[in-house]
């Protein structure tokens, strides 16, 4: 199976200032095809989780320009340009390309 | 979109339980299906998933050959029969849609499996 290790595992975050969390691969993700199969998710607080990136650095669907996604192969960035308090909650990102797929450890994202 | 999931319960070790999802809001049928989990306090973990006609099922290593993924097409659910349940299966089980390549947008609130003596 795929080892996914994201860093931090913990993030105080300051409004209005950017943030960044790591996501790496035991192996590849790039697919032949081009795609990167690496999705970010959040989970707040007592909800399910929601996606917010996918193929790497697709926004899904009513997902703010303020959160993008970066890298390729084994290396993954989650980017918010400026934080929020609803940014706050637990960041997952997952490989896509095998089965099982995995899902990192967690970083929980906090307001200072 | 809309994912209910249903069935959890206390239920004791070796002992077994089926969940099921009702999906509505979209073509279930066109619809690969999965099944996440997350242990209370801990992450989440892929647990199963299940193509479009039931033809192909995936499980992750250490629920193979005790959980069974299945679906009814005409009945728009999704099903999770759970057999020789173990304490570390103890846990919140989603199912969410499968979009292939486009992860996973649509998610259940989860039903609550505790195994437990």
């Known amino acids: 199976d795929i080892v996914m290790t994201q860093s931090p595992l913990s993030l105080s975050v300051t409004p209005g200032e950017p943030a960044s969390i790591s996501c790496r691969s035991s192996?590849?993700?790039?697919?032949?095809?081009?795609?990167?199969?690496l999705d970010w998710y959040l989970q707040k607080s007592g909800q399910s989780p929601q996606l917010l990136i996918y193929l790497g650095s697709n926004r899904a669907s009513g997902v703010p320009d303020r959160f993008s996604g970066s890298g390729s192969g084994t290396d993954f960035t989650l980017k918010i340009s400026r934080v929020e308090a609803e940014d706050v909650g637990v960041y997952y990102c997952m490989e896509g390309l095998e089965t099982p797929k995995t899902f990192g450890q967690g970083t929980k994202v906090e307001m200072k | 979109v809309h994912l209910v999931e249903s069935g959890g319960d206390l239920v004791q070790p070796g002992g077994s339980l089926r969940l099921a999802c009702a999906a509505s809001g979209f073509t279930f049928s066109g619809s690969w299906m999965t099944w996440v989990r997350q242990a209370p306090g801990k992450g989440l973990e892929w647990v199963a998933n299940i193509n479009e006609d039931g033809s192909a099922k995936f499980y992750l290593g250490s629920v193979r050959g005790r959980f069974t993924i299945s679906r009814d097409n005409a009945k728009n659910s999704l099903f999770l029969q759970m057999n020789s349940l173990k304490d570390e299966d103890t846990a919140l089980y989603y199912c969410?849609?499968?979009?292939?390549?486009?992860?996973?947008?649509?998610w259940g609130q989860g039903t609550l499996v505790t195994v437990s003596s």
């Open positions: 969410a849609k499968d979009m292939s390549t486009a992860g996973y947008q649509y």
């Open positions: 192996q590849s993700l790039l697919h032949s095809n081009g795609n990167n199969y």
